[in-house]
């Protein structure tokens, strides 16, 4: 399991919902390309409404014409573990944002339990 406390680099992608690598969807090779990469974590999250360079607004309001919503995908690890990760990101990402954010990690913690069972705070589930 990865370590990670203190000084760590955040990386945000911002990208539509329907940017594509390769015939699937670009936010999810960037998140297997870091899981590859041996990075400590990634998470996708879907926008309701923004825009970006293009200056065209993408909602999910129901009678809008627009389904490609924005989409950030989050990657923290060291700096040193990040910045080795760029490269990819500058092959895959053609049209979208990429930002760098220093932070500092308080807990980064995996599961512990048994397949199948979750851990709650000093209680076990069923």
């Not at 990386?11 to 390309?33: A, C, M, Q």
């Not at 607004?57 to 700096?79: F, G, W």
């Not at 990040?82 to 599961?111: H, K, M, N, S, T």
């Amino acid at each position: 399991m990865t370590r990670l406390t203190g000084s760590a680099l955040r990386v945000t992608v911002f990208v539509g919902e329907n940017d594509t690598w390769h015939h699937k969807p670009l936010y999810s090779e960037i998140v297997h390309r870091a899981h590859a990469a041996g990075l400590a974590g990634a998470s996708v999250f879907r926008g309701i409404e923004g825009f970006g360079a293009s200056s065209l607004i993408h909602t999910s309001r129901l009678l809008s014409m627009s389904e490609d919503l924005p989409v950030a995908i989050v990657v923290v690890d060291t700096e040193e573990r990040v910045r080795a990760f760029l490269p990819q990101l500058d092959e895959l990402v053609d049209e979208g944002l990429v930002i760098l954010d220093d932070c500092e990690v308080i807990r980064y913690a995996g599961r512990t339990d048994e397949p199948g069972k979750t851990v709650t705070k000093g209680k076990k589930s069923l």
